[in-house]
T-cell receptor, first 114, second 116 residues
Framework: TQLLEQSPQFLSIQEGENLTVYCNSS?????LQWYRQEPGEGPVLLVT?????EVKKLKRLTFQFGDARKDSSLHITAAQPGDTGLYLC??????????????FGKGTLLTVNP | GAGVSQSPSNKVTEKGKDVELRCDPI?????LYWYRQSLGQGLEFLIY????????KSGLPSDRFSAERTGGSVSTLTIQRTQQEDSAVYLC??????????????FGPGTRLTVL
């Protein structure tokens, strides 16, 4: 069973600060996705990374996939209260034809205080 | 609406009762997924459908859980003889295709199930 470990589990910061969330696995994933979930809603996809070492930017969010495709990070610059939410990483792997299945981490609950 | 919808949004039931949760996927999406989200546990995969068939039911926690999909559209997740440990948010997602690294799953808002 592939497992994703996310850290930290909780993060409370002040507006304007930077932060990094980490996602680690012992398995090699074919791709990794980051989602954001707000209370009472389902997760919404932010980005997909596929290639080892890949870096993608989405405004103030920077996503990186590790060279070995076993880890990823999400960095937020100058956090805003609107960034508050649960950030989830989720991995796809290709063994046994199960490339449809997403394995989710437990998430990082981010609170950005004004 | 254009998104995935789920009903009911909240369900409170007594231990031992059966419940049925409904998911309406995005029109044209052939793949449909059910997940369970418990407090502090992330999302747990339950089952997925390709069309009306469910090639992978391995995530269903017990034989009290079943799901079906009709007409390649609406899906229902049924939990029989509910237990308190079944309390969670049940999320449904759909996608255009099943395979591929860029396969994007679109999630509904979930059904919050509370078993008293």
């Amino acid at each position: 069973t592939q497992l994703l470990e996310q850290s930290p589990q909780f993060l409370s910061i002040q507006e304007g600060e930077n932060l990094t969330v980490y996602c680690n696995s012992s398995s090699v994933f074919s791709s990794l996705q980051w989602y954001r979930q707000e209370p009472g809603e389902g997760p919404v996809l932010l980005v997909t990374v596929v290639t080892g070492g890949e870096v993608k930017k989405l405004k103030r969010l920077t996503f990186q996939f590790g060279d070995a495709r076993k880890d990823s990070s999400l960095h937020i610059t100058a956090a805003q209260p609107g960034d508050t939410g649960l950030y989830l990483c989720a991995g796809h792997w290709n063994s046994g034809g199960s490339n449809y299945k997403l394995t989710f981490g437990k998430g990082t609950l981010l609170t950005v205080n004004p | 609406g254009a998104g995935v919808s789920q009903s009911p949004s909240n369900k409170v039931t007594e231990k031992g009762k059966d419940v049925e949760l409904r998911c309406d996927p995005i029109s044209g999406h052939t793949a449909l997924y059910w997940y369970r989200q418990s407090l502090g546990q992330g999302l747990e995969f339950l089952i997925y459908f390709q069309g009306n068939s469910a090639p992978d039911k391995s995530g269903l926690p017990s034989d009290r859980f079943s799901a079906e999909r009709t007409g390649g559209s609406v899906s229902t997740l049924t939990i029989q003889r509910t237990q308190q440990e079944d309390s969670a948010v049940y999320l449904c997602a759909s996608s255009l295709a099943v395979s591929g690294p860029y396969n994007e799953q679109f999630f509904g808002p979930g059904t919050r199930l509370t078993v008293l």
